[in-house]
């Protein structure tokens, strides 16, 4: 009876992680240095993401009833989660990143926005930029034609200042056409 007892907790604590996950991605970690498991662990906690290892029977119980279910499959040899309530494909990006250099680390399978994964699913997943940089990417793109304007508009007003200016204002006007009165 104690034995259940104790595990209720860690039960309850990953079950609480999952609940409102955007990403879960299961590893394998066998292997790593101590040194490797550190700068991992600090990578991941850098983007906002949780990071634990657990046995495998507590995930399997948290897992019962949720979308996780689809990774008990994956629930073989020691299993570290990664959980990213924020970023859907932070924790993969992460890890796969860290995955290059560190060899031993091994993708088993994920959760991203509800639907299941297995390793090269993930590795897929994690191409995809963050949210910033899509973001930022798409300001960019919307940045670009104005900064154009205003040089062109600058260029225009150090040729001849005012004048240069009110002379490109009707040619403007001639490139686009006024609306045609609709007939009656």
Do not use: H, W
């Not at 996780?68 to 990664?82: N, R």
Request: glycine share 6%.
């Amino acid at each position: 009876m104690a034995k259940i007892e104790l595990k209720q907790p860690v039960v309850e604590e990953i079950s609480a992680n999952i609940k409102d996950a955007q990403s879960v991605v299961l590893v394998d970690y066998r292997g790593l240095t101590v040194e490797q498991d550190t700068k991992l662990r600090k990578e991941l906690r850098e983007a906002g993401i949780t990071y634990k290892v657990y046995k495998n029977t507590m995930m399997n119980f948290a897992f019962k009833g949720t979308d996780c279910e689809a990774l008990t499959q994956y629930l073989e040899g020691p299993s570290a989660i990664a959980i990213s309530t924020t970023d859907a494909t932070a924790p993969a990006r992460v890890i796969c990143k860290f995955a290059k250099d560190a060899s031993k680390l091994e993708v088993k399978g994920g959760i991203v926005e509800g639907i299941a994964y297995d390793a090269a699913g993930i590795a897929e997943i994690a191409k995809i930029p963050s949210r910033e940089e899509l973001l930022s990417k798409l300001f960019g793109s919307m940045q670009a034609p104005i900064a154009s304007f205003a040089r062109v508009m600058n260029q225009l007003a150090e040729k001849g200042g005012a004048s240069a200016a009110a002379e490109a204002a009707p040619a403007a006007e001639a490139v686009a056409p006024e609306e045609a009165p609709s007939a009656e």
